[in-house]
């Protein structure tokens, strides 16, 4: 498989952890934000909303969006597994995911902050914004999950593939957790595990 | 079951088309967004997002986020069928809902544009906001799905259950559509199939 790629794309990472605790390899392809490769013919070809990531199957499919890129690699390659069993339980997990996927990350998305400065904000504006929606999700995030281990149990699942990348933004965007307890421990533990450390925006090939 | 909704909640609107194609019944519970019943105290004890829709299902379990509550009622009611059987193409499928679920109405949700209002906007501006990410987004649509039928194929699923609640929203905005042929011819099937008319804001017991 490859991947199209960008180091410090919260969704590019959410994907990278994902095909990381199921131990599947894939080329990465890095696709540079910055230099606007996302808008250049080539890729706009591939895809069509010139965003990261994509993921190419062995089949030779060209997939887009985080979400469905998850659950496909969940559906293609079911171990170890990333949803519990029971369709209750399975809703629970997808919905914090939802959380952060829907109302969190794409209000902090670098399309978006552009989009506010344009509109005439500051940095300053810009991040009391992208603190208002993080701290919102977040808070959500903390009342949903479990007293211990990962988000839902004692191996990591598609609530952590989302939860970690979203922590990393949010201290990157200098955003407090003192209040969430229970998402610093499951940061804690993610730190210790070796699918989270090797997807880590720090230790990729198009890592500055 | 029973459903915490709101009319015109461009979310709620996905979830109900899901449990008519599907012809389930449930009770509607209507929460009042106007009113502000998202964050009285009864709510936020079951939702504790504060937003719309929640599920309640038959044991008792409360579902949080469309996304998930969908992917329940596809686990738990199998027939019929809202994805394709194969894994690749219910990614496509899944892709073209999570555009709609991620990048565009997160955009212009009801607490997103009281944002931008409280940060100064005009009635001007925000419509602009509105308008610039359902065009971005229903244009990448438009490349990605069918060329007849429903979005893929003769029968509606998944990708119709998010298409249609979001040209609502567009139409409500005044956003033009004449760029996107695939999506006008959709949204006609739509408009003369039962479930979508029944699970139309116009149609609720809560609609003014």
Redesign the interface.
Known sequence: MELFTYYRSTSSYRVRIALALKGLDYQALPVNLLKGEQRGAEYLALN????VPALR?D?G?L???????I??LE??FPEPALLPGD??T??????V???I???V???H?VS?LN?LRE?G?DEV?VNQ?IA?WIGQ?L??VE??IGDEGFCFGDWPGVADVYLIPQVHAAERFNVDLGSYPRIRRVVALAGQHPAFTQAHPARQPDTP
Chains 1, 2 share one sequence.
Do not use: F, K
């Open positions: 069509p909303q010139g965003r199957t089949g499919a997939l887009v969006q985080s979400p469905a890129i659950e496909y559906e293609a369709a209750e399975r809703a629970r997990v997808r919905g995911a939802s959380i996927g829907c109302d990350h794409p209000l998305n978006v989009q509109l904000h504006q914004w208002h999700g808070a959500a009342r949903l």
